[in-house]
């Protein structure tokens, strides 16, 4: 790619995620292996809510391709933000290697022209040369006291263990500068995420409340509506 070309790429990917993720993040599909991440509407919306709001909380459903949204987010982030640090916090240290995982298969099939190198690479972090990196790890009733950052992902929240400990100890930190993403399918009512999501939507804490349904995923509907179709007849 010819030097002229390179910089008004780069300066695209760096104002606009969307275009960044769209264009130039792979993933892993289960049928087609390694393919382009192609945004839905509804993942659009939600980068954009994301880069709008510091404090986001998600309720989502099942196989939204959420958890690899927001892992494409951050790599994001990272890539065009000096010293920029990501933590996720997962359910379990299964789900927080995953997670990284994710991160490390887009990174790696960036460009060279647009990526900082990668300096440090074990099961639970990357350290990048411009400075920023990404730790993944489980939740314990300690890790509130290890989350400082720039940004703090609470994957799939309702089901993290000591979330309330967790929240306690990291929110301090966290509020004076740093954003948030937690996300999660639901788990019953009376736990941290319910609480705090419930709470978003009446305005009664900082985070804003993100709401996504089955019938925004476009394959989702177009099952539905051949299933009615069937049912006519």
């Given at each position: 790619m010819e030097l002229n070309k390179i910089r008004i790429e780069f300066e695209k990917c760096r104002k606009d995620p969307v275009y960044f993720i769209c264009n130039y993040i792979k993933v892993v599909h289960p049928i087609f292996g390694l393919v382009k991440f192609d945004l839905y509407e509804f993942?659009?919306?939600l980068v954009n809510e994301f880069k709008t709001n510091?404090?986001?909380?998600?309720?989502k459903f099942r196989q939204a391709g959420c958890t690899t949204l927001v892992a494409?987010?951050?790599?994001?982030k990272c890539m065009f933000t000096t010293h920029f640090k990501v933590v996720i916090l997962s359910k379990d240290d299964d789900a927080s290697m995953e997670v990284l995982s994710r991160m490390k298969t887009a990174y790696d099939e960036l460009p060279d022209d647009f990526k900082p190198k990668l300096l440090k690479d074990s099961a639970h972090a990357m350290r990048f040369s411009n400075g920023s990196e990404i730790r993944s790890k489980s939740s314990s009733k300690q890790s509130g006291r290890s989350?400082?950052?720039?940004?703090?992902?609470?994957?799939?929240?309702?089901?993290?263990e000591n979330?309330?400990?967790?929240?306690?100890?990291a929110f301090p930190i966290i509020s004076t500068g740093g954003s948030v993403i937690a996300l999660s399918t639901v788990n019953g009512v009376g736990n941290w995420f319910h609480n705090q999501y419930s709470a978003a939507t009446r305005g009664e804490n900082t985070f804003h409340a993100i709401d996504i349904n089955w019938e925004d995923h476009p394959q989702y509907n177009a099952m539905l509506g051949l299933k009615r179709c069937m049912n006519a007849f």
């Amino acid at each position: 790619m010819e030097l002229n070309k390179i910089r008004i790429e780069f300066e695209k990917c760096r104002k606009d995620p969307v275009y960044f993720i769209c264009n130039y993040i792979k993933v892993v599909h289960p049928i087609f292996g390694l393919v382009k991440f192609d945004l839905y509407e509804f993942q659009k919306t939600l980068v954009n809510e994301f880069k709008t709001n510091r404090f986001n909380i998600l309720r989502k459903f099942r196989q939204a391709g959420c958890t690899t949204l927001v892992a494409a987010y951050s790599l994001w982030k990272c890539m065009f933000t000096t010293h920029f640090k990501v933590v996720i916090l997962s359910k379990d240290d299964d789900a927080s290697m995953e997670v990284l995982s994710r991160m490390k298969t887009a990174y790696d099939e960036l460009p060279d022209d647009f990526k900082p190198k990668l300096l440090k690479d074990s099961a639970h972090a990357m350290r990048f040369s411009n400075g920023s990196e990404i730790r993944s790890k489980s939740s314990s009733k300690q890790s509130g006291r290890s989350v400082a950052g720039s940004l703090l992902i609470l994957d799939e929240a309702a089901f993290i263990e000591n979330i309330d400990t967790i929240w306690a100890a990291a929110f301090p930190i966290i509020s004076t500068g740093g954003s948030v993403i937690a996300l999660s399918t639901v788990n019953g009512v009376g736990n941290w995420f319910h609480n705090q999501y419930s709470a978003a939507t009446r305005g009664e804490n900082t985070f804003h409340a993100i709401d996504i349904n089955w019938e925004d995923h476009p394959q989702y509907n177009a099952m539905l509506g051949l299933k009615r179709c069937m049912n006519a007849f």
